[in-house]
DNA sequence: TCTTGGTTTGACCAGTTGGTCAAATCAACG
DNA sequence: CGTTGATTTGACCAACTGGTCAAACCAAGA
């Protein structure tokens, strides 16, 4: 019922989407225009609107898409696997989305800065249970000695900082490092901290 | 000749770039409106534009008293000192300053994500050199195996990205911990996190 | 070919935006 | 107190914004 699909209809939902993603990612919602979005579409701004009732309805269609796939490395994290390793290769698959989505990391971002004001609910709810939930097996790992006693919460938070960074800062990454690819080295990078934080002895201060 | 200043004048002009600042800082440039800013100042619309000449005027002028403060903690890193103080108390006035300024920090993060249109030129330039001459000492320190083998591009990006995240993402971090205080704890894991990275064996993947 | 339902658009609208301006108000000094 | 220059404001404007709508267009099946 809510299914039939033009080959039209797909085509341009989902071009209004990619649109989307562009413009919003790059000024914000209420920075964005529809006239924006419209001509990076190559549409027309009524023909927008025919597929979306309101520039709030593409923005938190994208917004939902993004979330769907956004904390997947997350719960991927193995409570049965080694803890060095889970820890280390859920860094990994944080990074790739971040290399692979940068417009998405930053459509993310530009939200949270402004305060979350759409999605701050889910914040709350979701993503504290999911990410009480792993910090919880990263505590035990930490306290059976598995891996250096580090605070589970600030360990996914920088993770998150370190990954992230690449994409929301690419323009200042690639002005100071005069790569083109601001993701260069990050890989081996990452690794090697996130490595050390966890084989390092036991002592955690304060 | 530039320099007389009224008291009403300080008074008037330190209320608009405060208000600019929260209001730029939520909101991003184009999300703002000199409505939102003269009402955060006090003032009327065209009362703002009698001390400031234009929107951009006001933006401009609090992303250059930002940047002048902003690279304080580097320039201070010094090559003299201990490698390993050095590069810690380095992170730790550069989580400091997220701390105190964090209105700043997501100003400065806000046109980072926008591609940095305002101040592109001078993170090719100021910025970039600013950071190689550290560079260049901190990767001294790295070959003579005072501090383990690390990129010392990507060290200072990961200080970047793990002490403005608690400013930048402050929603987030405040909604997943439930804590009043984003940076409880931050201080004692960045400097865990510091010494483990420097600390660790020479070893460096690929 | 005709019809039908999905698609596209030009013209339009009300509200908002950055910015202007002349007139009114105020502070301070002689 | 009167004058002068700094300060403040209400009224206004043109451009832009998100959104509407009736009319035109088009694809495809009968």
Known sequence: MTKAQTRIQLRNRTAILD???????????????????????????????????????????????????????L????????????????AQRKLTMSREFPRESRLFANEILQGAPRIGAMLGSDL??????????IRAWSDTGKIARVDPHHLIFSIWALTQHYADFDVQVRAV?????????????IDHVMRSILRSDGRNPS
Chains 1, 2 share one sequence.
């Open 19 to 73: 649109a989307g993603l562009d413009v919003f990612s790059q000024y914000g919602f209420r920075g964005s225009t529809l006239d924006q979005i419209a001509a990076a579409a190559g549409l027309s701004k009524p023909n927008l609107l025919y597929y979306f009732p309101s520039k709030e309805a593409i923005h938190t269609a994208l917004l939902e898409r993004l979330l769907d796939t956004w904390l997947d490395p």
């Open 75 to 90: 719960r991927a994290l193995n409570s049965a696997g080694d803890p060095v390793e889970e820890i280390v290769s859920y």
């Open 128 to 137: 504290k249970q999911l990410v009480d939930e792993k910090a919880g097996i």
């Open 177 to 189: 490092r005069g790569t083109d690819d601001p993701f260069a080295g990050a890989q081996a990078f």
